[in-house]
Every structure is written in structure tokens, then in C-alpha cells.
């Protein structure tokens, strides 16, 4: 009786496969998650949307794409003519993002020290330091810079100043999750030697997160130097300023020149910190 | 003699409902070496870090020296912590620092804000530490990271740092659990030795009852949060062993005594 019921199930089972060839085994979950069906359409009603505020002319941009390689043509036209100013502007660049990125060490590790949660124990303390700079996280560096710019005057001043209040509310955040990542045990350890907070903080939480803030540090390098490059834009100086003014006065060359430069030199960050890194870790 | 640490009705309940301890009285003199056994959860972590206020207790009190730390907050506390040092299953070191500033960190509960914050440890303390480094035998160590050594060098460096506090109570939480057999003799001997050579009292929380029997002065039973057996290592039978452990001795793998032998013998 068995063995008849199996095979009718067997034979029901193997029937429908050879009818339909078509016919395939599902590999998805069953259940199905009715968020993303939600989430693709209200990308595609929004996608059209913006299309359609915008007006953008699809016809006249495809009649300038051959003009993208004219220009890049140009560009690759290196003109040395002007490489004493292009130069100085690069050190000035790096300066910038060299010193802004110091003191939002200094201030990250010190905001990171009152944000993070297991130094002092003092919840209120960590939460309005987080929450005052997810506020400063939230707006952009080029806006913080032009803020600077309005207060501290044109030049590279105003840059250091507005990337650092981006860098160090990026530090705080980061490097107070750095510390809050410290075993308990170990901070444990070192109140049952009679430390104060700060000791214990000093010696032992800081030199436990060495490693990890050199890693922030080094990725912020880098990206504080490329928003530097922006920034020259904008009117706060450096190698920025020299692109966009050559590029306004057609002078290609010098352009290209420039632009090669921040690139060579934000490769050779990157690979600088790659090797620091594994030296700490 | 004046005791050392005394516990008068001390209870612990956690956030979550669970009495950890209830209602603990116990005294301790200078010399002493206590074993704390029971099963896990019988409140032996919590006796312990109720004594240093790692953990405040929710009733009684806990008098140290003298002193009672159980109130006690900010400076004095730290100058209550101080008198103890502490020893732990994992050894807790900071691993990016050298085995010399482990053992400085000792210090940091006698220095003051400015010196501690930036670590000026006095020339007297590290000639202390490098003694007291060549006493455990980890002298060529001394400037490697923590991270370097092994498990049983580890704790021996743990063991330092507690010594350099000048304590007058060792408190150690589980010292051997993540040991192997030879460095939890050691560690066990060096634990003995040290505090008999200065005159420290010393608790120690352990799981293995062959080495309470063999190491201490007295052992104190925990069980549910209640001290169940207090009395030399001698007076711990098989009736009180059940009474701890809420199961009888066959139950339990006791380790490396002449029983186990014998029982094998038998089943030959």
C-alpha cells in the first residue's frame, strides 16, 4: 500500500517534467522579501521624474561626446610652460591637507576620548558630543570651506580651517568607535589598579587603538587631499585654483599637467599608508 | 588580627533578577590563601569584584583595611583599589605595550593626574619592575611587546602587575582556566609563593578542586549565591563537595588525584 502511494507520487512528480521542458526548479527563498519590488519602483518613478524636471537634452549631448575626446586631447598636451606656479600650488595643496589633517587628529582624538562610551562613563557626555557632530558631519566640506571663506577671508586659511571641522567630526566618530571596540576586560584591568579615567584612557585605550587610527588617518589623507584639489575651486587656494583657472583660460596643457600631479601624488598616499599600515598591525 | 577584608550581609541582584549574592558574610586575615569554588553562576565573579567595587553591591557592606569600600567613589576609591591587585582569566594586558609598561601600569594608581596621564613613571618603580620582572624569570622579555609572549608568560606578567600595586589583597578570577597543565602549576606556585614572601592575602575563584585542596589555607563554597562551606582544605568531604556542587563527587571530574586510579584500576 506504501510502495503503491510512493510510486503514484513518483509518477505524478515525474510527469509535468516531461510534459513541460520547460519547466525549472525554483533556487529562491519562498519567502519573498516585498521590500524590494517597493524599493525598484520608487527608483524608477523617481529616475523618471528627475529626467523629466531637468529637461535634459539627450540629442545635443550626444552631439558633444566628440568634443569629450577633443578635450582630453588637449589636456594630454602637457604644457610645462608654467610648472613653477603649478608646483607651488601642489605643495600649497598638500600643506593644506597635511595641516588640516594634524589638528583634526588632535581634536578627533579628543573629541573621540568624550564621545566614546566606556572612557568616562558619563552617557550624556558621549551622546551630545556624537549628536553635535553628526551635525557637522552632515553638512559637506566644500560648504564648511566657503563658511571659512566668509568669515577667515580668501586663501589657504579658510581651507584648513573648513576641512578641519569635516575631518574632525569624522575622526570623532570614527575613532570613538575605535575605542569603544577596547575589550572591557583590559579597561577592567586597569581600574583595579586605582588609574583615573584619563590614565586608563592614555594607557591603555589609546595605545590599544593606535593601529586603527592610523588606518582612519591614512584613508583621510587621501581624501583630504582630493577635496583640497576641489576646494582651490571654490577660492581657498592651491592646485584647484590653477585647474580651474586654466581651464576657464583654455590653457589645457597646464591643466593636464596639474591634474596628472594630483593624481601621482594621491597614488603615492595611498601607497605610503598601505605600507605603514602593515608595519602597525 | 584585625581582618584584612570583611563582608558584612552583602547582596548583589543584577538588573535582570538574578541573585548573585545573598546576604554574604565572610572575614579575611593577612596570610591567607582562600579558594572560592562553586559551580558557574554560584556568584563567585561577583564576590570577588564586589570587593574592589568593579561591581557595586545592592546591600551591606564590604570593609577593606579598615575602610569600607562599598560607599566609597571617586579618589578613594582608587585609593581602596589600589591596596588590591587583580589577576584575571585572560590575562588582560594592553598587547601593543611592552612587557615593562604592563607591569608600570601597577603604578598608575599611585601617581598623580598630570605623571599618570602621560605615563612619567619614577626611576624607582622601573628598577622595582625589572626586579620583579627577573623574580618571574621574564627579564629578557621585558621590553618585547605583550602580544609576543605565551599564555603562561602572560599571566606571569598579570601577576607582576598586581604585585606592583604593594597590595594588601590579591584577587584572582580564574587564573589557570586557559592554561595548560604546566603553566597552571607555575602560575599556582608562583601565586603561593609571592604572597607568602610579602604577607598578602590572597582569594583566588577556581573550577579545579584538586588544585584548592592542594594550594590553599581555606576554601569557601558558593552555591547559588550563598557560602555553603568555609573551613580548611581538610574538612571538605564528599558530603560537602555535594552540597556545593549540587551533584555527587562521581559527577564530577575533579582531575589528577590518586581516586581516579584507583577507579581505573578497578575497571581493569
Redesign the interface.
Known amino acids: 500500500m506504501n510502495l503503491n502511494s510512493n510510486e503514484t507520487a513518483f509518477e505524478i512528480n515525474l510527469k509535468p517534467a516531461v510534459a513541460k521542458r520547460t519547466a525549472r526548479i525554483p533556487v529562491k527563498c519562498k519567502q519573498k522579501n516585498r521590500f524590494i519590488p517597493v524599493f525598484l519602483g520608487t527608483v524608477a518613478v523617481l529616475t523618471i521624474l528627475s529626467l523629466w524636471y531637468l529637461e535634459i537634452d539627450w540629442g545635443k549631448m550626444a552631439s558633444r561626446i566628440p568634443d569629450v575626446g577633443e578635450v582630453f586631447w588637449d589636456l594630454a598636451h602637457l604644457d610645462f610652460a608654467n610648472m613653477d606656479l603649478v608646483f607651488s600650488s601642489l605643495v600649497e595643496t598638500i600643506s593644506i591637507a597635511v595641516l588640516s589633517l594634524l589638528y583634526s587628529l588632535i581634536l578627533g582624538i579628543i573629541f573621540g576620548m568624550l564621545a566614546a562610551k566606556n572612557v568616562f562613563r558619563i552617557p550624556v557626555l558621549s551622546v551630545v558630543t556624537q549628536s553635535f557632530f553628526t551635525f557637522l558631519r552632515a553638512v559637506p566640506t566644500p560648504v564648511w570651506v566657503l563658511l571659512m571663506l566668509v568669515c577667515l577671508g580668501m586663501g589657504p586659511e579658510a581651507g584648513v580651517a573648513g576641512l578641519c571641522v569635516h575631518t574632525t567630526a569624522f575622526f570623532t566618530k570614527s575613532f570613538a568607535q575605535s575605542f569603544e571596540n577596547i575589550?572591557d576586560?583590559?579597561i577592567?584591568?586597569?581600574?583595579?589598579?586605582?588609574?583615573?579615567r584619563?590614565?586608563?584612557f592614555?594607557?591603555?585605550i589609546l595605545?590599544?587603538a593606535?593601529?586603527q587610527i592610523v588606518a582612519w588617518a591614512g584613508m583621510r589623507l587621501e581624501t583630504n587631499f582630493s577635496e583640497c584639489a576641489i576646494l582651490g575651486m571654490v577660492g581657498a587656494g592651491g592646485i584647484g585654483y590653477v585647474i580651474s583657472n586654466s581651464l576657464q583660460g583654455y590653457d589645457y596643457g597646464t591643466a593636464g599637467v596639474a591634474i596628472l600631479l594630483v593624481f601621482l601624488v594621491a597614488y603615492c598616499i595611498e601607497r605610503i599608508f598601505v605600507r605603514i599600515k602593515k608595519k602597525f598591525s | 588580627m584585625e581582618p584584612i577584608l570583611k563582608f558584612d550581609r552583602v547582596s548583589k541582584h543584577y538588573p535582570n533578577g538574578v541573585h548573585a549574592l545573598k546576604e554574604v558574610s565572610l572575614e579575611v586575615t593577612e596570610g591567607e590563601f582562600i579558594s572560592v569554588i562553586g559551580p558557574s553562576g554560584s556568584g563567585k565573579s561577583t564576590l570577588l569584584r564586589a570587593i574592589?567595587r568593579?561591581i557595586p553591591i545592592s546591600g551591606g557592606t564590604v570593609w577593606l583595611d579598615g575602610q569600607t569600600v562599598s560607599n566609597q567613589h571617586g579618589k578613594g576609591l582608587?585609593?581602596?583599589?589600589?591596596?588590591?591587585?587583580?589577576i584575571?582569566q585572560?590575562y588582560?594586558?594592553?598587547?601593543?605595550?611592552s612587557v615593562l609598561?604592563n607591569v608600570l601600569?601597577?603604578?598608575?594608581?599611585?601617581?598623580n593626574?598630570f605623571q599618570?596621564?602621560?605615563?612619567l613613571y619614577r626611576e624607582k618603580d622601573k628598577r622595582e619592575a625589572l626586579d620583579l620582572l627577573k623574580e618571574l624569570g621574564l627579564e629578557q622579555f621585558s621590553y618585547n611587546r605583550a602580544s609576543d609572549l605565551s599564555g603562561g608568560q602572560k599571566q606571569r606578567v598579570?601577576i607582576a602587575?598586581a604585585i606592583m600595586?604593594n597590595p594588601k589583597l590579591l584577587?584572582c578570577d580564574e587564573p589557570i582556566a586557559s592554561l595548560d597543565p604546566s603553566s597552571a602549576k607555575t602560575i599556582m606556585e608562583l601565586l603561593r609563593d609571592m604572597t607568602q614572601k610579602r604577607n598578602i592575602a590572597c582569594i583566588v575563584n577556581l573550577h579545579q578542586l584538586d588544585v584548592a585542596l592542594k594550594y590553599s589555607t581555606r576554601i569557601i563554597g558558593l552555591s547559588k549565591g550563598e557560602i555553603v562551606f568555609d573551613g580548611t582544605p581538610a574538612q571538605l568531604n564528599d558530603e560537602m563537595i555535594e552540597k556545593i556542587y549540587g551533584t555527587s563527587r562521581e559527577n564530577l571530574m575533579i582531575g589528577g588525584n590518586d581516586d581516579d586510579k584507583a577507579d581505573t584500576a578497578d575497571c581493569a
Do not use: C, D, W
Request: hydrophobic share 35%; aromatic share 6%.
Open positions: 575589550p576586560e583590559t577592567e584591568a586597569l581600574e583595579a589598579t586605582g588609574a583615573n584619563l590614565s586608563i592614555t594607557n591603555a595605545p590599544a593606535l593601529p | 574592589n568593579l582608587r585609593e581602596q583599589r589600589r591596596k588590591v591587585g587583580m584575571f585572560n588582560n594586558l594592553v598587547y601593543s605595550l609598561q601600569h601597577g603604578r598608575l594608581g599611585y601617581m593626574g599618570g596621564v602621560f605615563g598579570g602587575r600595586q584577587l
